[in-house]
């Protein structure tokens, strides 16, 4: 994934845990669309890994 696309996606997730969700999308849309298949496939592997970046919350251990 290019640098560029990376920061913009952690920089959604730090606006989604402010509650700032219209600017999250407003930044992480444009590169989204922009991928390539090969970087969407990068991009929604980078998403599912880091769910709770945007949520702010810990995974939870299930026992």
């Excluded at 845990?17 to 849309?29: H, M, Y």
């Excluded at 980078?46 to 702010?56: E, M, P, Y």
């Amino acid at each position: 994934m290019r640098p560029s696309t990376l920061r913009a996606l952690k920089r959604a997730a730090e606006l989604s845990r402010q509650n700032r969700f219209t600017e999250a999308v407003l930044i992480a849309e444009p590169v989204i669309l922009a991928a390539d298949p090969v970087e969407g496939d990068e991009i929604r592997r980078w998403l599912a890994d880091h769910v709770t970046d945007f949520t702010g919350e810990s995974e939870k251990e299930t026992p």
